[in-house]
């Protein structure tokens, strides 16, 4: 099972460079990032090496360490239990899963230990590609941002207009994307199958002026709002109903959080993304950059980036 997990991040690390170097940025923000990398991303590689040599000559302190992960999950405290289904098959499910429940242990969950890491500024993760994954990560909140709906329609619009031309059609790069985290204010831009893994590394520094600067037409506009509603009422079928009701418990994100942010996207302003510009103009003054790509020009990116930190991950 180790060499299968092993095989099976390697095998992604090359076509899902842009995922790896996203992870590897939120790591650098947030508890729950730095959780994901460590069970999905470069770490969870790193770790997956590692068991594969324990599990062959120190199998017994792997075994430990399921036993203690096993009294550290499966408690009846702090467990929350997702069910989507009609209500008279939940109403013939409830009782079977109540009665499961209460078997569990009644301990303590354990705690982690798990935080935001220390990782250098810029990060070059070499693999075996002729192209890059670029990745660049801002920290609004320390920019003095607080959320509005109005920056989801200012993210909808950098991607469609600022990113594509700039990173896809005058970079030559597949693809280029923005996220925007609105609850911890993290940024992640991110560019696929780029050959000009520096030059893509300026355009996202430059996002920022290039959003105070926006002067759209109404009807560019309407677009970038429609685009925005779209992505937050996307059509989901029941499975992602209940996984995303349960998220959104879980995060506490209220029925009225959501209108209130529907009213913000709606009533979006061009003085709203030339706030957010200048944030991001300010955070993009301590960014971090991870770029995924070729070796052979992890020297040339070291020259660009000064201080650029090589993993050779494969």
């Known amino acids: 099972m180790a060499l299968e997990a092993k095989s099976r991040v390697e095998r992604q690390l090359v076509p899902s ?31 997956l090496r590692g068991l594969v040599e324990r599990a062959t000559n120190d199998y017994p302190s792997v075994r430990r360490d399921l036993e203690a992960l096993r009294e550290h999950i499966l408690t009846r405290r702090g467990l929350v239990a997702s069910l989507t289904a009609g209500q008279s098959a939940l109403d013939a499910t409830a009782p079977a899963v ?25 990060e070059g993760i070499a693999v075996p590609s002729l192209v890059h994954y670029v990745g660049m990560g801002l920290d609004l909140a320390k920019a003095g941002w607080t959320f509005d709906g109005a920056d989801l329609v200012a993210v909808r619009y950098l991607r469609m207009a600022y990113l594509w031309d700039r990173v896809r059609v005058r970079g030559g790069a597949y693809g280029a994307f923005l996220q925007l985290d609105r609850f911890s204010g993290v940024a992640i831009f991110g560019s696929y199958r780029d050959p000009n893994a520096g030059a893509t590394v300026d355009v996202f520094r430059e996002t920022g002026r290039f959003l105070k600067e926006a002067n759209l ?26 996984y ?13 959080a959501r209108h209130a942010m529907r009213q913000q996207v709606l009533h979006a302003s061009v003085a709203r993304f030339r706030e957010l510009g200048a944030m991001m103009e300010e955070a993009a003054r301590d960014a971090s950059v991870v770029v995924v790509g070729p070796g052979a020009s992890m020297d040339a990116l070291a020259m660009k980036l000064a201080g650029l930190v090589r993993v050779d991950a494969l």
């Not at 685009?227 to 209940?242: E, N, T, V, W």
Request: no cysteine.
């Open 244 to 256: 995303v009701a349960m998220i959104r418990r879980l995060v506490g994100d209220t029925a009225e």
């Open 217 to 242: 037409s109404d009807e560019a506009m309407t677009r970038a709002i429609i685009g925005a509603i779209g992505d937050i009422d996307s059509h989901l079928l029941p499975d992602a109903k209940g």
């Open 17 to 47: 460079g842009h995922a790896t170097a996203a992870a590897r940025l939120r790591a650098r923000y947030t508890k729950a990032g730095y959780a994901a990398e460590r069970l999905r991303g470069l770490s969870q590689l790193e770790y």
């Open 98 to 122: 109540a009665a499961f429940l209460d078997r569990l242990p009644d301990a303590a969950p354990g705690r982690s230990a798990w935080g935001p890491i220390t990782l250098p500024a810029y």
